[in-house]
């Protein structure tokens, strides 16, 4: 079962560079969701989208864009990368759409900004 | 300022003693939910309490969920090397229950 799948699992960027963290569910959840995660600070919710064409922001979303045109996959995207920015990402689906489902996570995508 | 405290940050014990970690919170919330995670993966989930003053058991842990619906516990009894990782806790806000939220989290570490 593959379940939830983020890729890539390493990536290194140059401050200013963009690119896009992909995050893919075989288990047909309507609710998926970025999180990143750093030292100390748990887990910080940045994107989620509750159906396929609907998305919104979460506590950190700023620097980040998402969408969602199919209900498997939700990219990630960085337009500019800056150091902030380095940590380990998180992408999550849910079968239900409120809170008390649920999270299944993916391996987590770590980046790395110089 | 986080929604959802827990404590303590870190605790480090040895084999075959109790603790307990604490989730907080000045809110209340439709539902609590506890995940552990291990290095190099993503999160799993323990349990998820719904009810005021609901206990739910997990073999050796114990999951309570305060009465006003704020707060949650998590206790362990005679820890194993096994039970060593971050324990989260996560909630939906009061204002959306669709944006889930985590605490900081509790390192637990078992000394053998």
């Known amino acids: 079962n593959a379940g939830v799948t983020q890729t890539p699992k390493f990536q290194v960027l140059k401050t200013g560079q963009s690119m896009t963290l992909q995050c893919a569910q075989d288990?047909?959840?309507?609710?998926m969701s970025w999180y990143r995660q750093d030292p100390g600070m748990g887990l910080r919710l940045i994107h989620y989208s509750v159906g396929a064409g609907i998305t919104d922001q979460g506590e950190v979303p700023n620097g980040y864009n998402v969408s969602r045109s199919t209900t498997e996959d939700f990219p990630l995207r960085l337009l500019s990368a800056a150091p902030s920015q380095t940590s380990v990402y998180f992408c999550?689906?849910?079968?239900?759409?409120?809170?008390?489902?649920?999270?299944?996570f993916g391996e987590g995508s770590r980046l790395t900004v110089l | 300022t986080q929604l959802l405290e827990q404590s303590p940050q870190f605790l480090s014990i040895q084999e075959g003693e109790n603790l307990t970690v604490y989730c907080n919170s000045s809110s209340v919330f439709s539902s609590l939910q506890w995940y552990r995670q291990e290095p190099g993966e993503g999160p799993v989930l323990l349990v998820t309490?719904?009810?005021?003053?609901e206990v739910k058991k997990l073999k050796r842990l114990t999951f309570q969920f305060g009465d006003a619906r704020k707060d949650s516990s998590l206790h362990i009894t005679a820890a194993q090397p096994g039970d060593t990782g971050l324990y989260l806790c996560a909630g939906a806000t009061p204002n959306r229950d669709d944006k889930i939220i985590f605490g900081k989290g509790t390192r637990l570490h078992i000394l053998p």
């Open positions: 309490v719904v009810t005021g003053g």
């Open positions: 999550a689906s849910s079968r239900d759409r409120a809170g008390a489902g649920e999270l299944f």
């Open positions: 288990m047909n959840h309507e609710y």
